[in-house]
């Protein structure tokens, strides 16, 4: 079935650590990003990629870093920087910018 | 800029009642796409309906309905009949063709509880 997967679906990290979320879609779509959802609040852009080797920053992309290297795979790195990391993460393809985005099951990463 | 309001944060009706779910965005431009997405527990969003602006027929899917209405600037959602399963977290949206790369922005969600 096609989809989006991304794993680990709870992330625990200690303060100063950088960690990777892992998004994977099968839907050969070209536009991938990463949302930000905090309760209470909608969605948040983080980062997001329309073609192989180019991405973009969102509205909130400082302490995150990403890479797409291949079409299926848009891993995202929050980083020591980010300040407040914990969050529930959303990541999300669409064929085109105007078009339906599907999205993952989604990370929530704790700080501990 | 662009903007989506969800004024309702929460609602709870009993099950078999239909309910209405408000979205009201902003935005300046001409051309634009209308979203709506359900956020049940397990924390997936689920596509319900896209609307383009030039596309002012509202729109039946079984249980759900949607009004779209550019004079108001309104794109709201009615469940009839809702039952247990409609609990979720409802996302209005809206992309326009200057942020079209992907940038929906998204409203803050209207939690929906039915109560059996």
């Known amino acids: 079935d096609g989809g989006i997967t991304q794993s680990p679906k709870y992330l625990f990290r200690k303060e100063g650590q950088n960690v990777t979320l892992s998004c994977e879609q099968n839907l050969n779509h070209d536009a991938m990003y990463w949302y930000r959802q905090d309760p209470g609040q909608g969605l948040r852009l983080i980062y997001y990629?329309?073609?192989?080797?180019?991405?973009q920053k969102g509205d909130i992309a400082e302490g995150y870093s990403v890479s797409r290297e291949k079409k299926e795979s848009f891993p995202l790195t929050v980083t020591s920087a980010q300040k407040n990391p914990t969050a529930f993460y959303l990541c999300?393809?669409?064929?085109?910018?105007?078009?339906?985005?599907?999205f993952g099951q989604g990370t929530r990463l704790t700080v501990v | 800029a662009q903007k989506v309001t969800q004024a309702q944060t929460e609602i709870s009706v009993v099950e078999k009642e239909d309910v209405t779910l408000d979205c009201v965005y902003e935005?300046?431009?001409?051309?634009?796409?209308l979203f709506w997405y359900k956020q049940p527990p397990s924390g997936e969003l689920v596509f319900l309906i896209r609307?383009?602006?030039?596309?002012?027929q509202n729109e039946i899917s079984g249980r759900y309905s949607w009004n779209f209405q550019k004079s108001t600037s309104s794109f709201n959602f009615t469940i009839t009949a809702s039952q247990v399963v409609d609990s979720a977290v409802y996302f209005c949206?809206?992309?326009?063709?200057?942020?079209?790369?992907?940038?929906?922005?998204f409203g803050t969600g209207t939690r929906l509880t039915i109560i059996p």
């Open positions: 999300a393809s669409s064929e085109t910018g105007e078009t339906e985005a599907f």
């Open positions: 990629s329309q073609i192989v080797n180019d991405f």
């Open positions: 609307r383009n602006s030039f596309d002012e």
């Open positions: 935005t300046r431009d001409t051309t634009y796409y």
């Open positions: 949206a809206l992309i326009t063709p200057i942020s079209r790369l992907g940038k929906l922005t």
